[in-house]
Protein backbone atom coordinates (compact mmCIF):
# COMPACT_ATOMS: atom_id res chain seq x y z
CA UNK A 1 0.00 0.00 0.00
CA UNK A 2 1.53 3.35 -0.87
CA UNK A 3 1.69 5.84 1.61
CA UNK A 4 -1.38 8.24 -0.06
CA UNK A 5 -3.49 5.19 0.27
CA UNK A 6 -2.63 4.58 4.03
CA UNK A 7 -3.57 8.29 4.80
CA UNK A 8 -6.64 7.95 3.08
CA UNK A 9 -7.77 4.44 4.66
CA UNK A 10 -6.36 5.79 8.20
CA UNK A 11 -8.38 8.36 8.19
CA UNK A 12 -11.50 6.76 7.09
CA UNK A 13 -10.63 4.54 10.00
CA UNK A 14 -10.54 6.92 12.28
CA UNK A 15 -13.46 8.68 11.51
CA UNK A 16 -15.29 5.33 11.85
CA UNK A 17 -14.37 4.52 15.33
CA UNK A 18 -15.61 8.00 16.15
CA UNK A 19 -18.82 6.63 16.44
CA UNK A 20 -17.68 3.44 18.25
CA UNK A 21 -18.98 4.94 21.77
CA UNK A 22 -22.70 5.73 20.12
CA UNK A 23 -25.09 4.46 22.60
CA UNK A 24 -28.19 3.98 20.53
CA UNK A 25 -26.29 0.91 18.42
CA UNK A 26 -29.03 1.63 15.22
CA UNK A 27 -27.40 5.11 15.35
CA UNK A 28 -23.94 3.89 15.13
CA UNK A 29 -24.50 1.51 12.73
CA UNK A 30 -25.94 4.29 10.34
CA UNK A 31 -23.31 6.74 10.79
CA UNK A 32 -20.29 4.19 10.42
CA UNK A 33 -21.31 2.97 7.13
CA UNK A 34 -22.48 6.41 6.05
CA UNK A 35 -18.80 7.91 6.43
CA UNK A 36 -17.76 4.40 4.48
CA UNK A 37 -19.55 5.37 1.50
CA UNK A 38 -18.83 8.97 1.57
CA UNK A 39 -15.42 8.38 1.42
CA UNK A 40 -15.28 5.82 -0.22
CA UNK A 41 -17.09 8.08 -2.75
CA UNK A 42 -15.05 10.57 -2.50
CA UNK A 43 -12.07 8.86 -2.49
CA UNK A 44 -13.27 7.00 -6.05
CA UNK A 45 -13.81 10.34 -7.92
CA UNK A 46 -10.82 12.33 -6.17
CA UNK A 47 -13.29 14.80 -5.38
CA UNK A 48 -11.84 18.34 -5.59
CA UNK A 49 -11.78 21.06 -3.07
CA UNK A 50 -14.03 23.10 -5.62
CA UNK A 51 -16.27 20.17 -6.51
CA UNK A 52 -16.86 19.95 -2.47
CA UNK A 53 -17.75 23.70 -2.68
CA UNK A 54 -19.63 23.74 -4.71
CA UNK A 55 -21.50 20.61 -3.63
CA UNK A 56 -22.22 22.70 -0.33
CA UNK A 57 -23.14 25.47 -2.34
CA UNK A 58 -25.92 23.05 -3.81
CA UNK A 59 -26.91 21.66 -0.41
CA UNK A 60 -27.31 25.48 1.15
CA UNK A 61 -29.52 26.65 -1.67
CA UNK A 62 -31.54 23.70 -1.29
CA UNK A 63 -32.00 24.59 2.47
CA UNK A 64 -33.04 28.15 1.80
CA UNK A 65 -35.72 27.31 -0.79
CA UNK A 66 -37.36 24.06 1.77
CA UNK A 67 -40.04 25.66 3.75
CA UNK A 68 -43.93 24.84 5.06
CA UNK A 69 -44.80 24.31 1.42
CA UNK A 70 -41.94 23.80 -0.52
CA UNK A 71 -39.80 20.25 0.24
CA UNK A 72 -36.45 20.40 -1.76
CA UNK A 73 -34.86 18.06 -0.12
CA UNK A 74 -37.21 15.25 -0.73
CA UNK A 75 -37.08 16.08 -4.24
CA UNK A 76 -33.49 15.45 -4.05
CA UNK A 77 -34.17 12.72 -2.72
CA UNK A 78 -36.45 11.24 -5.21
CA UNK A 79 -34.93 12.54 -7.93
CA UNK A 80 -32.07 10.08 -6.92
CA UNK A 81 -34.03 7.63 -6.26
CA UNK A 82 -33.43 7.26 -2.73
CA UNK A 83 -36.88 7.47 -1.98
CA UNK A 84 -38.30 5.07 -4.43
CA UNK A 85 -35.16 2.77 -2.94
CA UNK A 86 -36.47 2.76 0.96
CA UNK A 87 -39.92 2.20 -0.70
CA UNK A 88 -38.49 -0.70 -2.08
CA UNK A 89 -36.81 -1.89 0.85
CA UNK A 90 -39.57 -1.43 3.23
CA UNK A 91 -42.21 -2.87 1.34
CA UNK A 92 -40.84 -6.16 0.72
CA UNK A 93 -42.53 -8.09 -1.76
CA UNK A 94 -45.06 -10.97 -0.23
CA UNK A 95 -46.95 -12.74 -2.67
CA UNK A 96 -49.07 -11.12 -5.23
CA UNK A 97 -49.38 -7.71 -2.84
CA UNK A 98 -49.80 -4.46 -5.21
CA UNK A 99 -46.18 -3.15 -5.27
CA UNK A 100 -45.84 0.70 -3.43
CA UNK A 101 -44.14 3.65 -5.27
CA UNK A 102 -43.75 7.28 -4.07
CA UNK A 103 -46.18 9.05 -1.99
CA UNK A 104 -44.70 12.94 -3.37
CA UNK A 105 -45.39 16.08 -1.66
CA UNK A 106 -49.07 16.39 -2.92
CA UNK A 107 -51.16 14.28 -0.92
CA UNK A 108 -53.19 16.21 1.91
CA UNK A 109 -54.90 15.35 5.58
CA UNK A 110 -58.79 15.27 5.38
CA UNK A 111 -59.42 14.72 1.41
CA UNK A 112 -63.17 15.15 1.14
CA UNK A 113 -65.40 11.84 1.64
CA UNK A 114 -66.95 10.90 -1.36
CA UNK A 115 -69.59 8.19 -2.30
CA UNK A 116 -69.16 5.18 -4.47
CA UNK A 117 -69.44 6.32 -7.94
CA UNK A 118 -68.96 10.08 -6.97
CA UNK A 119 -67.16 12.00 -9.45
CA UNK A 120 -63.69 13.09 -7.37
CA UNK A 121 -62.53 15.53 -9.97
CA UNK A 122 -64.22 18.71 -7.92
CA UNK A 123 -64.04 20.40 -11.75
CA UNK A 124 -60.37 20.18 -11.99
CA UNK A 125 -59.90 20.93 -15.97
CA UNK A 126 -60.20 16.76 -17.95
CA UNK A 127 -61.66 14.18 -19.53
CA UNK A 128 -63.23 11.95 -17.06
CA UNK A 129 -61.92 8.72 -16.38
CA UNK A 130 -63.88 5.77 -14.52
CA UNK A 131 -61.83 3.44 -12.20
CA UNK A 132 -62.83 0.71 -10.86
CA UNK A 133 -61.39 -2.44 -8.86
CA UNK A 134 -61.62 -4.48 -6.38
CA UNK A 135 -58.76 -4.32 -3.10
CA UNK A 136 -58.57 -8.47 -1.77
CA UNK A 137 -55.57 -9.59 0.62
CA UNK A 138 -52.96 -12.30 -0.69
CA UNK A 139 -55.64 -15.07 0.17
CA UNK A 140 -57.82 -13.37 -2.11
CA UNK A 141 -60.35 -12.47 -0.46
CA UNK A 142 -62.46 -9.08 -0.16
CA UNK A 143 -61.52 -6.19 1.94
CA UNK A 144 -64.96 -4.29 3.02
CA UNK A 145 -64.72 -0.85 4.57
CA UNK A 146 -61.25 -0.42 2.61
CA UNK A 147 -60.53 3.62 2.64
CA UNK A 148 -59.29 4.29 -0.23
CA UNK A 149 -57.53 7.78 -1.00
CA UNK A 150 -56.77 8.96 -4.26
CA UNK A 151 -55.30 12.19 -5.66
CA UNK A 152 -53.72 13.59 -9.17
CA UNK A 153 -52.82 16.54 -10.80
CA UNK A 154 -55.12 18.13 -13.32
CA UNK A 155 -54.40 17.76 -17.41
CA UNK A 156 -52.63 21.30 -16.91
CA UNK A 157 -50.05 19.85 -14.60
CA UNK A 158 -50.92 21.01 -11.40
CA UNK A 159 -52.46 19.89 -8.34
CA UNK A 160 -55.39 21.98 -6.00
CA UNK A 161 -52.58 22.93 -3.32
CA UNK A 162 -50.26 24.69 -6.20
CA UNK A 163 -53.58 26.74 -7.27
CA UNK A 164 -54.02 30.25 -6.19
CA UNK A 165 -56.99 29.94 -4.49
CA UNK A 166 -58.33 27.47 -1.57
CA UNK A 167 -60.08 25.06 -4.22
CA UNK A 168 -60.29 20.97 -3.07
CA UNK A 169 -59.85 19.11 -6.64
CA UNK A 170 -59.09 16.22 -8.04
CA UNK A 171 -58.26 14.30 -4.47
CA UNK A 172 -60.81 12.50 -2.01
CA UNK A 173 -61.41 9.57 0.16
CA UNK A 174 -63.91 6.38 -0.18
CA UNK A 175 -64.74 3.01 1.33
CA UNK A 176 -65.28 -0.23 -0.41
CA UNK A 177 -68.44 -1.87 -0.64
CA UNK A 178 -69.13 -5.45 1.00
CA UNK A 179 -67.56 -7.45 -1.94
CA UNK A 180 -64.65 -5.37 -1.37
CA UNK A 181 -65.17 -3.16 -4.86
CA UNK A 182 -64.86 0.16 -5.47
CA UNK A 183 -65.38 2.83 -8.22
CA UNK A 184 -65.30 6.46 -9.06
CA UNK A 185 -64.55 9.21 -11.45
CA UNK A 186 -62.07 11.16 -12.25
CA UNK A 187 -60.09 12.45 -14.86
CA UNK A 188 -57.43 10.78 -17.39
CA UNK A 189 -53.85 11.40 -15.84
CA UNK A 190 -51.59 13.45 -17.70
CA UNK A 191 -47.67 14.00 -18.15
CA UNK A 192 -46.71 16.79 -15.56
CA UNK A 193 -42.93 18.02 -14.14
CA UNK A 194 -41.98 18.05 -10.56
CA UNK A 195 -41.13 21.56 -9.21
CA UNK A 196 -38.07 22.30 -11.04
CA UNK A 197 -37.53 26.15 -10.47
CA UNK A 198 -34.88 25.42 -7.77
CA UNK A 199 -31.73 23.66 -7.18
CA UNK A 200 -32.98 20.08 -8.21
CA UNK A 201 -34.57 21.57 -11.37
CA UNK A 202 -31.00 23.22 -12.26
CA UNK A 203 -29.67 19.64 -11.04
CA UNK A 204 -31.71 17.53 -13.83
CA UNK A 205 -30.56 20.49 -16.78
CA UNK A 206 -27.29 20.60 -15.62
CA UNK A 207 -27.45 16.42 -16.18
CA UNK A 208 -29.58 16.43 -19.36
CA UNK A 209 -32.54 14.62 -16.91
CA UNK A 210 -36.50 15.81 -17.79
CA UNK A 211 -37.99 16.41 -14.39
CA UNK A 212 -41.51 15.00 -16.08
CA UNK A 213 -42.96 12.36 -14.45
CA UNK A 214 -45.19 9.77 -16.22
CA UNK A 215 -48.71 10.20 -16.04
CA UNK A 216 -50.90 8.49 -13.24
CA UNK A 217 -53.28 8.54 -10.46
CA UNK A 218 -52.27 8.39 -6.74
CA UNK A 219 -53.64 5.53 -4.35
CA UNK A 220 -53.25 5.32 -0.72
CA UNK A 221 -55.65 1.88 0.80
CA UNK A 222 -55.78 1.18 4.41
CA UNK A 223 -57.29 -1.68 6.54
CA UNK A 224 -57.15 -3.06 9.21
CA UNK A 225 -54.92 -5.61 9.73
CA UNK A 226 -52.91 -5.03 6.11
CA UNK A 227 -50.37 -3.35 5.32
CA UNK A 228 -50.88 0.31 4.29
CA UNK A 229 -50.34 0.50 0.46
CA UNK A 230 -49.15 3.99 -1.32
CA UNK A 231 -49.16 3.68 -4.85
CA UNK A 232 -49.85 4.83 -8.36
CA UNK A 233 -51.19 3.40 -11.38
CA UNK A 234 -50.02 4.44 -14.79
CA UNK A 235 -51.08 5.05 -17.99
CA UNK A 236 -49.88 2.10 -20.70
CA UNK A 237 -48.25 4.03 -23.69
CA UNK A 238 -47.03 6.89 -22.45
CA UNK A 239 -43.69 7.78 -23.25
CA UNK A 240 -42.54 9.08 -20.65
CA UNK A 241 -42.74 5.64 -18.55
CA UNK A 242 -38.76 4.72 -19.01
CA UNK A 243 -38.23 8.22 -17.66
CA UNK A 244 -40.42 9.04 -14.68
CA UNK A 245 -37.72 12.29 -12.80
CA UNK A 246 -38.31 9.75 -9.90
CA UNK A 247 -38.26 6.38 -10.74
CA UNK A 248 -41.39 5.26 -9.44
CA UNK A 249 -42.88 3.74 -12.44
CA UNK A 250 -43.57 -0.35 -12.04
CA UNK A 251 -44.41 -2.54 -14.99
CA UNK A 252 -46.89 -4.52 -13.09
CA UNK A 253 -48.49 -0.77 -12.06
CA UNK A 254 -48.54 0.49 -15.78
CA UNK A 255 -52.55 -0.39 -16.37
CA UNK A 256 -54.85 0.10 -19.29
CA UNK A 257 -56.97 3.37 -19.42
CA UNK A 258 -58.95 2.29 -22.44
CA UNK A 259 -60.15 5.83 -24.50
CA UNK A 260 -63.98 5.76 -25.24
CA UNK A 261 -65.24 7.93 -28.34
CA UNK A 262 -67.80 10.26 -27.41
CA UNK A 263 -71.13 8.68 -27.06
CA UNK A 264 -70.14 5.77 -25.37
CA UNK A 265 -72.86 4.76 -23.06
CA UNK A 266 -70.96 5.54 -19.41
CA UNK A 267 -70.85 2.37 -17.24
CA UNK A 268 -73.38 4.51 -14.66
CA UNK A 269 -75.33 5.74 -17.11
CA UNK A 270 -73.58 9.43 -16.02
CA UNK A 271 -73.76 11.59 -19.03
CA UNK A 272 -69.98 13.33 -19.48
CA UNK A 273 -71.36 15.55 -22.16
CA UNK A 274 -70.49 15.15 -25.72
CA UNK A 275 -67.00 14.23 -25.49
CA UNK A 276 -64.36 11.06 -24.93
CA UNK A 277 -63.73 9.61 -21.95
CA UNK A 278 -61.56 6.79 -20.22
CA UNK A 279 -61.76 3.84 -18.51
CA UNK A 280 -59.76 1.89 -16.43
CA UNK A 281 -59.13 -1.58 -13.47
CA UNK A 282 -56.80 -1.65 -10.70
CA UNK A 283 -57.63 -4.62 -8.46
CA UNK A 284 -55.33 -3.82 -5.00
CA UNK A 285 -54.01 -6.61 -3.31
CA UNK A 286 -53.05 -5.98 0.31
CA UNK A 287 -50.13 -7.70 1.96
CA UNK A 288 -50.67 -8.96 5.74
CA UNK A 289 -49.41 -6.25 8.08
CA UNK A 290 -45.84 -6.31 9.04
CA UNK A 291 -45.47 -8.58 5.86
CA UNK A 292 -41.43 -9.95 5.19
CA UNK A 293 -40.43 -11.26 2.03
C1 LIG B 1 -45.91 13.20 -7.37
O1 LIG B 1 -46.18 12.24 -8.03
O2 LIG B 1 -46.87 13.84 -6.97
C2 LIG B 1 -44.48 13.58 -7.08
C3 LIG B 1 -43.59 12.63 -6.63
C4 LIG B 1 -42.28 12.98 -6.36
C5 LIG B 1 -41.85 14.28 -6.57
C6 LIG B 1 -42.74 15.23 -7.04
C7 LIG B 1 -44.07 14.89 -7.31
FE1 LIG C 1 -48.18 12.88 -8.65
Redesign the pocket.
Known sequence: MSEQQHREEQLTERVVESFDGAPDPRLKELMQALTRHLHAFAREVRLTEAEWQQAIGFLTATGHITDARRQEF??LS??LGV?MQTITINNQAYADATEAT??????TERSPEFALGDDISGGAPGEPCWVEGTVTDTEGRPVPGALIEV?E?DDEGL?DVQYDDDRVAARGHLYTDADGGYRFWAITPTP?P??HDGPVGRLLEATGRSPM?AS?L?FMVEAARLRTLVT?IFVRGDKRLSSD??F?VRDSLVKDFESQPAGTPTPDGRDVGNRPWSRVRFDIVLAPAGAAA
Open positions: ILDVSVVGPFFWAYYIPRHHHAVG
